[in-house]
């Protein structure tokens, strides 16, 4: 059974940090891209940071760039979020995310875990 468990979240005030574990289990972690998502009341969900299976390489959103750091543990198969310099505006409901396209046989595999609420505090 494939499972993404995030952990971490809840209250910091701004300018405080958080950091957001994704413990995975299910699959082959590290063939695939992990992300973080989040979803803040009434807009829509959009992605906050990735990063790679096998060369690690990442991606923010510019408004999170400089913030917050992405990075994995291929051996406990467990991807983190280190938030900093937290803004009330990165107040949302952060979900993680596991994707792999398998081109040889033209099929992917796209994994959510159930969310943790992140809240900023002005």
């Known amino acids: 059974e494939v499972q993404l468990v995030e952990s971490g979240g809840g209250l910091a005030q701004a300018g405080g940090s958080l950091r957001l574990s994704c413990a995975a289990s299910g699959f082959t972690f590290d063939d695939y891209t992990i992300g973080w998502f989040r979803q803040a009341p009434g807009k829509e969900r959009e992605g906050v940071s990735c990063i790679y299976g096998g060369d690690n390489t990442t991606y923010y959103k510019y408004s999170v760039k400089g913030r917050f750091t992405i990075s994995r543990d291929d051996a406990k198969n467990t991807v983190y979020l280190q938030m900093n310099s937290l803004k009330p505006e990165d107040t949302a409901v952060y979900y993680c995310?596991?994707?792999?396209?398998?081109?040889?046989?033209?099929?992917?595999?796209?994994?959510w875990g159930q969310g943790t609420q992140v809240t900023v505090s002005s």
């Open positions: 995310n596991a994707y792999y396209a398998d081109y040889d046989r033209w099929l992917e595999y796209d994994y």
